[in-house]
């Protein structure tokens, strides 16, 4: 597997699922890194029948997991990063409705940020990546029936959040 | 519930910040996985032979040979009074080298 043309194939989608899991840009580029060097170590072992992008999710997933593990040892929270305010429009382009589609960006992405992992992971696959449940099942290692559940769970859990937050921003 | 999946649709057609450079990535792979190997292989590191082990392995059980031969040699019983210490005083070396 040559290191060139896995990182230009592959380091958009993974750099933006690991982004959109963790919120935090330079864990994100940490983590996509650290994914490639785990791919080129065990590309000998690499079943060619599934996807080269499903098996990198998984390892990303897998990363990710592990880091927020080690941070949980360590008695730091799970911490969604400031970049995602970066993404405010600037008032001064002034209309109107592109600053309520950012605001609106910023909310989606900040409730995400606060889905279970497991839902998290299972939803941007589904709605960024366009990965099949079987795909997905794959990725995270769990039955197709769980992922299906985390799906549904985890929009059933985002819609809770997203009217909390309106209720609260317009009380 | 299709509403939030249509601002999921809105929310990734906006788009995410760039991702990093594809040379500065390959590059950056490049001294991980050159990090990776080095730790590996640390006798390669230090200057030392790539099975570096395996002479102390030797003169370990030489030593230990040779003890517990003498010891039979010499008729000194009990034989593993002299063939416990034997033994760890073969490993020393060995202790001392995972140590180092």
């Not at chain 1, 993974?14 to 940490?30: K, N, P, Q």
């Not at chain 2, 649709?9 to 190997?37: F, H, I, K, N």
């Not at chain 2, 080095?38 to 099975?51: H, I, K, M, V």
């Not at chain 2, 392995?57 to 003890?67: D, S």
Request: charged letters at 25%; one cysteine or more.
């Amino acid at each position: 597997m040559d290191l060139e043309t896995l990182i230009a194939d592959h380091q958009g989608s993974l750099f933006a699922f690991l982004y959109r899991m963790c919120g935090d840009g330079a864990l994100a580029e940490e983590l996509m890194q650290e994914a490639f060097v785990r791919a080129l170590q065990a590309a000998k072992r690499y079943r060619p029948q599934g996807k080269v992008s499903t098996w990198l999710f998984a390892i990303a997933a897998n990363l990710l997991r592990d880091h927020w593990r080690r941070q949980a040892r360590r008695g730091q929270r799970e911490a969604p990063a400031d970049e995602a305010d970066e993404a405010v429009a600037d008032p001064g382009a002034g209309a109107e409705q592109l600053v309520l589609a950012r605001l609106e960006q910023e909310r989606v992405r900040a409730a995400l940020l606060h889905l279970p992992l497991e839902q998290r992971s299972a939803l941007i696959l589904r709605y960024y990546h366009d990965l099949t449940y079987e795909e997905i099942a794959e990725a995270l290692a769990c039955p197709i029936g769980t992922v299906r559940s985390r799906i549904h769970n985890g929009l059933g859990r985002l819609k809770q959040l997203l009217v909390a937050e309106e209720v609260a921003s317009g009380a | 519930m299709h509403e939030v999946e249509a601002m999921l649709q809105r929310e990734r057609q906006a788009g995410l910040p760039e991702a990093p450079d594809l040379r500065y990535t390959a590059a950056a792979v490049r001294r991980r996985l050159e990090g990776e190997s080095r730790r590996r292989s640390p006798g390669l590191d230090a200057g030392r032979q790539p099975n570096g082990d395996w002479p102390l392995v030797l003169a370990g059980g030489g030593t230990l040979l040779g003890a517990v031969v003498l010891a039979l040699l010499w008729g000194l019983p009990p034989v593993w009074l002299w063939a416990i210490p034997a033994v760890g005083l073969a490993l020393c070396p060995i202790f001392l080298r995972k140590g180092a």
